[in-house]
């Protein structure tokens, strides 16, 4: 009963976002909303490829849960309708969304080791900054290597601070008050949604409707039961670590509790799971391995098919789950190798 009230009264909230932000994206494209913001960003800095940037940036540090969808409704709006152009926003989207978990002091992958090891925000940072450097010059090198000028959707516009007080704003506005209080994120996209309706004078329903993408809803709510079982027998996984008896001072014995970590967090696909099983797993077998196992599981969490994240971009911008795999592999792989430079090799 617990797990069915909690997809249908918690979850349910996460895919009504997901749905007003689709109809806002679709609104602000076909209407050319955010044209004015663009033209502005683009006659500045003579690049398309800078609005990507921003927007990424934008979307990538906003302290909110289903970031990953508020972003990609962002992106949507400079997208092409098809191509490869669309699909490598999918891992823009991605990638830009999920550097968050080792940095923000609001975020439980980081309050809970701080907690657990009696670190200060400082020391976190100095602790994670060996992983955090890579995935951010990844993360640059994906954008101005992989997304090029020609990709990139933006119409070509002139300035103007009233249509940009008028269109870009509220949607900043509602972004603010979610931050405010996670609980009114369906009342605040809700609301956005009706104002863009109202100045695009678009009342006609089945219009509106064309801008969802019901597959991506589908197989996100699909993604998100399945993460919630598998979460639900999550001291099932806790047990076996506890009880494993291997020593992490040999090769075999280290591979081994990697491996059960990773598998765990990659079942899982949950931030709080994996970083509590990399710091159960410090506890256990030393405070000295935390950089690597923090690596492994997080990689394993980027990579779990229980992590909607995933499905949102594979849906939302038709990007090949292939691709995703490949920019997704690139980046645990730099993970690990960093981390175990550092960890056992330093």
Same mark, same amino acid.
């Given at each position: 009963?617990?797990?069915?009230?909690?997809?249908?009264?918690?979850?349910?909230?996460?895919?009504?976002?997901?749905?007003?932000?689709?109809?806002?994206?679709?609104?602000?494209?076909?209407?050319?909303?955010?044209?004015?913001?663009?033209?502005?960003?683009?006659?500045?800095?003579?690049?398309?490829?800078?609005?990507?940037?921003?927007?990424?940036?934008?979307?990538?540090?906003?302290?909110?849960?289903?970031?990953?969808?508020?972003?990609?409704?962002?992106?949507?709006?400079?997208?092409?309708?098809?191509?490869?152009?669309?699909?490598?926003?999918?891992?823009?989207?991605?990638?830009?969304?999920?550097?968050?978990?080792?940095?923000?002091?609001?975020?439980?992958?980081?309050?809970?080791?701080?907690?657990?090891?009696?670190?200060?925000?400082?020391?976190?940072?100095?602790?994670?900054?060996?992983?955090?450097?890579?995935?951010?010059?990844?993360?640059?090198?994906?954008?101005?290597?992989?997304?090029?000028?020609?990709?990139?959707?933006?119409?070509?516009?002139?300035f103007k601070l009233s249509a940009v007080l008028r269109n870009v704003i509220p949607m900043f506005v509602a972004i603010g008050f979610y931050i405010y209080n996670s609980q009114w994120m369906v009342g605040c996209f809700g609301l956005l949604t009706l104002y863009y309706i109202i100045?695009?004078?678009?009342?006609?329903?089945?219009?509106?409707?064309?801008?969802?993408?019901?597959?991506?809803?589908?197989?996100?709510?699909?993604?998100?039961?399945?993460?919630?079982?598998?979460?639900?027998?999550?001291?099932?996984?806790?047990? *076996?670590?506890? +009880? #494993? /008896?291997?020593?992490? !001072?040999?090769? $075999?014995? &280290?591979?081994?509790?990697?491996?059960?970590? %990773?598998?765990?967090?990659? *079942?899982?696909? +949950? #931030? /709080?799971?994996?970083? !509590?099983?990399? $710091?159960? &797993?410090?506890?256990?077998?030393?405070?000295? %391995?935390?950089?690597?196992?923090?690596?492994?599981?997080?990689?394993?969490?980027?990579?779990?098919?229980?992590?909607?994240?995933?499905?949102?971009?594979?849906?939302?911008?038709?990007?090949?789950?292939?691709?995703?795999?490949?920019?997704?592999?690139?980046?645990?792989?730099?993970?690990?190798?960093?981390?175990?430079?550092?960890?056992?090799?330093?």
């Open positions: 009963m617990d797990f069915i009230t909690g997809v249908l009264l918690k979850d349910i909230s996460y895919l009504w976002m997901i749905f007003f932000i689709m109809i806002s994206a679709g609104l602000a494209k076909e209407y050319q909303l955010f044209a004015p913001a663009f033209a502005y960003v683009r006659n500045t800095f003579r690049s398309n490829k800078f609005v990507v940037v921003l927007l990424s940036a934008i979307g990538g540090i906003l302290p909110i849960e289903g970031r990953v969808t508020v972003s990609a409704g962002l992106l949507d709006t400079v997208a092409p309708k098809e191509g490869h152009g669309r699909e490598k926003l999918g891992i823009v989207d991605y990638l830009s969304t999920h550097h968050y978990y080792m940095w923000s002091p609001l975020e439980k992958t980081v309050i809970l080791p701080i907690a657990a090891f009696g670190l200060t925000y400082t020391a976190w940072l100095g602790l994670i900054a060996p992983l955090l450097v890579v995935s951010v010059g990844f993360i640059a090198w994906y954008i101005w290597s992989q997304v090029h000028e020609e990709e990139i959707s933006i119409t070509p516009g002139n100045i695009s004078q678009q009342w006609n329903i089945k219009h509106l409707l064309r801008y969802v993408r019901w597959d991506v809803l589908l197989w996100v709510g699909a993604v998100i039961m399945l993460g919630n079982y598998m979460k639900s027998h999550n001291g099932e996984f806790e047990a *076996l670590i506890k +009880s #494993s /008896g291997l020593d992490p !001072a040999t090769f $075999v014995g &280290m591979l081994i509790i990697s491996a059960i970590g %990773f598998a765990a967090s990659f *079942l899982m696909g +949950s #931030s /709080g799971k994996f970083v !509590a099983i990399a $710091v159960l &797993m410090s506890q256990l077998f030393g405070v000295e %391995f935390f950089l690597w196992f923090f690596a492994i599981d997080f990689a394993a969490y980027l990579l779990s098919p229980t992590h909607k994240c995933v499905m949102v971009g594979h849906k939302y911008f038709n990007t090949p789950l292939s691709t995703y795999y490949k920019a997704l592999g690139t980046w645990g792989a730099l993970l690990l190798a960093t981390a175990g430079i550092v960890t056992f090799v330093l």
